[in-house]
């Protein structure tokens, strides 16, 4: 079985800071992709940022310059470091990963956290 465990989140005033982190566990051979996804109430699930197993990152035009992604491969981590955030940032978290599976794996399996709130107050 392999586990995405969240932790961070919570409520904080807008302009304010907040870390998010994702530890991956269980059964498999490496970690591809890593990444950040949020959900608001009535929208849909968007990307805010991934990571390769390089350290090549991408992120959501509206959280550039904002959110810093990071990874520690040895622990098998992705982070989410956010700062100036803003109202619309309230959303519910998820981490999400591309891991291999096994050796003989010829694809990697996706793999979602449970989700952790963000709440972003005025």
């Known amino acids: 079985q392999v586990q995405l465990e969240e932790s961070g989140g919570g409520l904080v005033q807008a302009g304010g800071s907040l870390s998010l982190s994702c530890a991956a566990s269980?059964?498999?051979?490496?970690?591809?992709?890593m990444g950040w996804y949020r959900q608001a109430p009535g929208k849909q699930r968007e990307l805010v940022a991934d990571?390769?197993?390089?350290?090549?990152?991408n992120y959501a035009d509206s959280v550039k310059g904002r959110f810093t992604i990071s990874r520690d491969n040895t622990q098998n981590t992705v982070y989410l470091q956010m700062n100036s955030l803003k109202l619309e940032d309230t959303a519910v978290y998820y981490c999400?990963?591309?891991?291999?599976?096994?050796?003989?794996?010829?694809?990697?399996?996706?793999?979602w956290g449970q989700g952790t709130q963000v709440a972003v107050s005025s």
């Open positions: 269980g059964r498999f051979v490496s970690i591809n992709r």
């Open positions: 999400n990963a591309f891991l291999r599976r096994t050796l003989l794996s010829t694809s990697d399996t996706q793999y």
């Open positions: 990571i390769t197993s390089g350290g090549g990152t």
